[in-house]
């Protein structure tokens, strides 16, 4: 059983996560209308994986005698100002997903929940291995010269490719 606290900032999280899906759902589209179809299906793929990080806190939330919340949401930005502009938007936002993880996680300990805790640590090696992909995105875009570079062609190629898992062997 989770206390209310827990719950309720479970729940918050249940709406981070929500919103995350959401943000990088509108970066997906945005980067489709501007022909970027690599950063898209990268994108797309990002979203729906942000949706399973919500679904496993709802899930978890119910099973341990709370109510997992649905959310009412903020509007994510319709327009990106360019690809830099916006993989830095996705490494600061996983930047704060960490920062609210590792809240959460500090207060398990004050409550002494141990099974919320260990249920937590899944999401802290998540979050190590997104901000791990977001700031290698970001180095190949620098690596190209950015948005005036040549290499948009193949950096967009390469993008829709990359993976959590891919993105570590280059940095091993
Ligand atoms: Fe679910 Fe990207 O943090």
């Known amino acids: 059983m989770i206390s209310k606290q827990v719950e309720a900032e479970l729940n918050n999280q249940i709406k981070n996560e929500a ?25 797309y793929r990002h979203s729906d994986e942000e949706r399973t990080h919500m679904l496993k806190l709802v899930k978890f939330v ?10 009412a ?26 920062n609210n993880i590792n809240e959460l996680v500090h207060l398990t300990l ?3 929940d141990y ?5 937590l640590q899944w999401y802290v090696s998540e ?15 620098r690596l190209i010269g950015g948005e005036k570079g040549g290499g948009l062609y193949m950096f967009d190629r ?3 490719g990359i993976t959590v898992t891919s993105a570590n062997d280059e940095m091993a």
């Open 62 to 71: 119910n099973e341990r005698g709370g109510q997992a919340i649905v959310p």
């Open 127 to 141: 979050q190590i291995e997104e901000e791990a992909l977001a700031r290698t995105v970001l180095d190949k875009l």
């Open 158 to 160: 390469d993008i829709s």
């Open 110 to 112: 004050a409550n002494k």
């Open 73 to 98: 949401l903020d509007a994510p930005p319709t327009q990106f100002e360019g690809l830099e502009a916006l993989f830095e938007m996705l490494l600061n936002h996983e930047v704060e997903i960490t």
């Open 19 to 43: 919103y995350s899906s959401q943000l990088y759902l509108a970066m997906a589209s945005w980067a489709e209308v501007q022909g970027f179809e690599g950063v898209a299906s990268f994108m």
């Open 115 to 119: 099974t919320t805790h260990n249920f």
